[in-house]
């Protein structure tokens, strides 16, 4: 079992920048995937970035150039580095962990983006 925390959300003004952090109640050396997803009202879910135990990072296309994806294995941490945001990003966040074949979710943060 694993519990994914995420950090507060919150409002900004388009265009500008905001960092969401996940943190793991155990490693997340091992896990085989992790990544950001997002539900705007009255959307589905839908993928923002990845990244696998590899390293290798996949972006929506509406997000590239603008938000980067990372980690801290040490702390247990994955990040979402969010610039030049766009009133259209506004959704609840939610990061997910890959671990042996199941998946973790966390509680979901808002962000919203003022025009």
């Known amino acids: 079992q694993v519990q994914l925390v995420e950090s507060e959300g919150g409002l900004v003004q388009a265009g500008g920048s905001l960092r969401l952090s996940c943190t793991a109640s155990?490693?997340?050396?091992?896990?085989?995937?992790m990544g950001w997803y997002r539900q705007a009202p009255g959307k589905q879910r839908e993928l923002v970035a990845t990244?696998?135990?590899?390293?290798?990072?996949n972006y929506a296309d509406s997000v590239k150039g603008r938000f980067t994806i990372s980690r801290d294995n040490a702390k247990n941490t994955m990040y979402l580095q969010m610039n030049s945001l766009k009133p259209e990003d506004t959704a609840v966040y939610y990061c997910?962990?890959?671990?042996?074949?199941?998946?973790?979710w966390g509680q979901g943060t808002q962000v919203t983006v003022s025009s």
């Open positions: 997910s962990l890959n671990v042996a074949l199941l998946d973790y």
């Open positions: 990244m696998t135990r590899g390293g290798n990072t």
């Open positions: 155990r490693s997340i050396f091992m896990a085989n995937t």
